[in-house]
C-alpha cells in the first residue's frame, strides 16, 4: 500500500471546463485553458469515434436515465439503471452533466451526497467546495444568477474510448432558459468514467471537443430530457 501523502482535493474546475467551451459558439475559438485540472489527460488531435459493443439487453442512449428531474435521486437511479456497457457510461454521463448543468447549482447536501456515490475515490476532485462558489456553469453563455438548465433533447453523445471497466464520453447538450431552449446555445463535456462495486462513477473531466465538431460527429439520443 502506498504511504504517500495524496495531494489536497482540487476544487473542481471540470464543469466549467466543459461548459466553457460553448463560448466557441459566440466567440470563435476561446478556449479556457486555465480551467483544466493540472492532470487532466488532454486529448490530441480528432479520435475516431469508438463503437459501441451493446449486450442483449443493452438500448441505445435515451439522454433521460433516471427520470426527468435534475436532483440527487435522479442521478443515482441513474447510476443504479445505468448497465455495464458502452451505453449504459453514456447514458450515466449524460445524467452527471444534467444534474450539474443548472442554476441554480446543487445544494451542498446534494454535493456531499454526490461526492460519497457518483465521484469515484480514487478522483482528486472536491465537488462540495467547487459548488459552494455558486459557479456560473453555463461558461457565461447565460448571465450570472440567471435560473437555467441543460437538456439532451438537442444534445449529442460521442464515445471517445471504452474498456470493461473504464469510458470517456463526451456529451452535448442544449440550454434551456425561462423555459425555452436556445436557438444557438450548446454545451460541451468530456468525462472519463470507471466501473466500481456501486456502477459508473466519474473519475475525471477532460479537454471537450468544440461545440461544432462534437455535434455534427455524435449520435443523437434517443429521448433526451
Known amino acids: 500500500m502506498r504511504t504517500e501523502a495524496r495531494p489536497p482535493r482540487r476544487k473542481w474546475p471540470w464543469i466549467v471546463t466543459g461548459a466553457a467551451i460553448a463560448a466557441l459558439v459566440v466567440a470563435g475559438g476561446i478556449w479556457y485553458a486555465a480551467n483544466l485540472p493540472d492532470k487532466a489527460p488532454i486529448l490530441i488531435g480528432t479520435p475516431s469515434p469508438v463503437t459501441p459493443s451493446p449486450s442483449s439487453d443493452d438500448v441505445q442512449p435515451t439522454g433521460c ?7 440527487a435521486a435522479m442521478l443515482l437511479a441513474a447510476q443504479k439503471a445505468a448497465p455495464h456497457t458502452s451505453n449504459g457510461a453514456v447514458e450515466f454521463a449524460a445524467a452527471f452533466v444534467r444534474w ?44 450570472d444568477e440567471t435560473p437555467f438548465y441543460v437538456s439532451t433533447v438537442p444534445g449529442v453523445w460521442n464515445l471517445e474510448s471504452y474498456s470493461d471497466d473504464s469510458a470517456r464520453v463526451s456529451i452535448g447538450t442544449g440550454i ?36 461544432e465538431e462534437l455535434f455534427p460527429l455524435g449520435s443523437g439520443f434517443t429521448e433526451g430530457c
Open 65 to 71: 436515465m433516471g427520470g426527468d428531474t435534475r436532483d
Open 100 to 143: 450539474m448543468g443548472q442554476f441554480p447549482v446543487p445544494t451542498q447536501e446534494e454535493a456531499g451526497t454526490i461526492q460519497s456515490a457518483v465521484v469515484a475515490p480514487d478522483s482528486e476532485y472536491d465537488l462540495p467546495a467547487f459548488l459552494a462558489k455558486n459557479p456560473n456553469v453555463s461558461g457565461s453563455l447565460v448571465p
Open 176 to 211: 434551456v432558459i425561462n423555459g425555452e431552449l436556445h436557438p444557438t446555445f450548446r454545451l460541451s463535456s468530456t468525462y472519463t468514467l470507471e466501473w466500481g462495486n456501486a456502477g459508473w462513477m466519474v473519475l475525471e473531466a477532460n479537454q471537450p471537443r468544440p461545440t
